[in-house]
């Protein structure tokens, strides 16, 4: 990881981070997670597919959803962030465009270097890069960076990352920049300079500036809500036309200079989104990479019914990506509600939760880990979770009807579960599995694009949602405060705690890790803060997935990013002839 001048205790914790960055990427033993290593299922796992492309040519993304949001201030699912991020707009910083553990690494966008820490690290100043324009040939400034991270406090646009709001100093009660109000703790001395004063030490802070809420947005561009349908570009392409839930189409921008850009390649003329197609058209059409389709990659990963269309076929094989996704899923229960509210309850779901079922229904164990803990187990020493409840993976059915009648449910209960349209599967499973113990359990399905809103809406939500959590980068701060943190939790656009866990002994320990100085410390604790909160049964753990992705056979540069929760790094993907994309 590159280390530029900062304070030994930022120096500590990037130090931390580098060594807990390893992927789980293989079927671990028991019901522990996985370990580092290659993918069974492929063999690519981190390498890169394909070999170097040729600039050139239309690359056809082939999708059964819309994007959630494209806002920058908006933007915060994994695909979508790099999507976004790696083509659009730019952030402070970025990720490396590299496969494996190396793409946990920073590097340097829009700012000249990672930042400088003053203050304790309460403090970071960033200066931009000369050079940098947007697609009109305007310049982009320090304040077009301020200007978003204040109006990703706007209530009228919900559901981005929240991390200005949880370390910004003077951040409270900020409702964005409508009626001129601005955020005194974003300084811009000149068109180049943005100064951070944070309330607490934040050694991570650079790691924040990825995200979207770091992007330039133009006060003169933006239209509000509206501004989704048509970010501004300050990358390598632009918005040609978008018709949502059908088509996305983008050029190159002529005013992106490679030359500001170290990490984004852009070998592609054009970029088409064709949405809306059904999961199995698409699995079917990459397994034949007839035609346009030989240059075009799947948005949604491989459903588990078309693995051994895949998986029995070399030629066909050779072409598919299955990287960590680095993410956990889990059923996370509304612990606000009846009969949710009590601890046993809750802790009869995990007991009747059958997990190899569930893993058989993502794709089987080539492609998923069972979980036995919350956060994934890059975050764990020894790149393994724990099994702090020894739940044997099948479930322990006896257990959950003992505390469904401890609970006063001996007959046990109806509730409903929500989940994305593609794993309707899963839900099955879920509900065969709850079943057993007494839990009747109702699916409702949604369209991918509309989910994270529909679980968002916290007053009209089911009981259960099935979902995961990413962390944004290799550190536990980034997973279980957004997770189970409870004075973070919206009526609207709610994100990360879906089980709506308000606990004030865990938010308590919180804080007190996050104040740590010591990152070994610090990392310590949220490992064993992992197993208390799970012990309190707001959500039960079900798989750790990797993502599995296959591409056509014109397609050269592709690679599962791990810090994108396993999706296409957009930045270096393309073709090994244009002439045979159809452009």
């Not at 910083?93 to 190396?102: N, Q, R, W």
């Not at 003329?269 to 809306?276: A, C, E, K, Q, S």
């Amino acid at each position: 990881m590159d280390k530029h001048p900062r304070n030994a205790l930022a120096v500590a914790v990037l130090t931390a981070l580098t060594l807990g960055a390893t992927a789980c990427s293989g079927p671990g033993g028991g019901a522990g997670g996985g370990h580092a290593g290659a993918n069974p299922a492929t063999g690519n796992s981190g390498r890169i597919v394909g070999g170097t492309p040729v600039k050139g040519g239309t690359l056809t993304v082939l999708s059964n959803q819309d994007f959630t949001h494209l806002d920058p201030a908006r933007n915060w699912v994994m695909g979508d962030m790099d999507f976004g991020t790696r083509l659009l707009y730019r952030t402070l910083l970025t990720y490396k465009a590299e496969p494996g553990v190396s793409g946990a690494e920073l590097a340097p966008d829009l700012a000249e270097d990672l930042g400088t820490p003053s203050n304790g690290a309460k403090t970071w100043t960033f200066r931009l890069k000369k050079g940098l324009k947007y697609e009109d040939g305007s310049p982009v400034t320090a304040q077009d960076v301020k200007y978003n991270v204040e109006r990703s406090f706007s209530p009228d646009l919900p559901g981005g990352p929240d991390y200005a709001a949880r370390y910004l100093a003077g951040a409270e009660g900020y409702q964005g920049p409508a009626g001129g109000r601005h955020l005194d703790s974003v300084r811009t001395p000149d068109d180049r300079t943005i100064v951070f004063e944070l309330r607490t030490p934040f050694a991570e802070f650079p790691y924040a500036t990825v995200l979207p809420t770091f992007a330039p947005v133009p006060r003169a561009r933006d239209k509000g809500p509206q501004y989704d349908n048509r970010p501004f570009s300050s990358g390598p392409y632009r918005i040609e036309s978008y018709a949502r839930d059908k088509q996305l189409t983008l050029v190159r921008n002529p005013h992106w200079d490679p030359a500001t850009d170290t990490v984004r390649k852009a070998y592609p003329d054009r970029i088409v989104v064709t949405m809306g197609l059904k999961a199995n058209q698409i699995d079917d059409r990459l397994v034949s990479a007839a035609g346009a389709d030989a240059s075009a990659v799947p948005w949604d990963k491989l459903r588990p019914e078309s693995t051994p269309k895949v998986l029995t076929r070399p030629e066909v094989r050779a072409r598919l990506l299955a990287e960590s996704s680095n993410c956990t899923e889990m059923v996370q229960m509304h612990t606000g509600r009846a009969p949710f509210d009590d601890v046993r309850v809750r802790k009869a779901v995990q007991y009747a939760l059958d997990r190899e079922a569930v893993l058989t229904a993502s794709g089987g164990p080539a492609l998923n880990d069972p979980a036995a803990a919350l956060m994934p187990g890059s975050l764990f020493t020894g790149g393994k979770q724990p099994d702090t409840l020894k739940i044997p993976l099948t479930g322990d059915v006896d257990k959950a009807r003992q505390l469904l009648k401890e609970a006063g449910k001996p007959d046990g209960f109806s509730t409903r579960i929500t989940v994305s349209n593609g794993d309707k599967g899963v839900a099955e499973a879920i509900q065969q599995s709850l079943g057993r113990a007494g839990i009747k359990v109702v699916i409702e399905t949604v369209d991918p694009s509309a989910f994270y809103d529909t679980i968002g809406d916290t007053k009209n939500r089911t009981d259960l949602v099935y979902t995961g959590w990413c962390p944004d980068y290799p550190s536990g701060s980034t997973f279980l405060p957004f997770v189970f943190d409870g004075r973070y939790i919206k009526e609207k656009g709610n994100s990360g705690n879906h089980s709506l866990f308000r606990d004030p002994a865990t938010m308590k320990r919180m804080d007190e890790i996050a104040a740590m100085t010591d990152a070994a410390q610090a990392n310590k604790a949220w490992q064993e803060l992992d197993g208390q909160i799970l012990a309190k049964a707001p959500t039960a753990p079900a798989v750790v997935e990797r993502r599995p992705l296959l591409v056509g056979s014109n397609i050269a540069g592709a690679f599962g990013h791990t810090s994108y929760g396993g999706q296409l790094d957009y930045a270096t993907i393309g073709l090994k002839d244009p002439a045979k994309s159809g452009s």
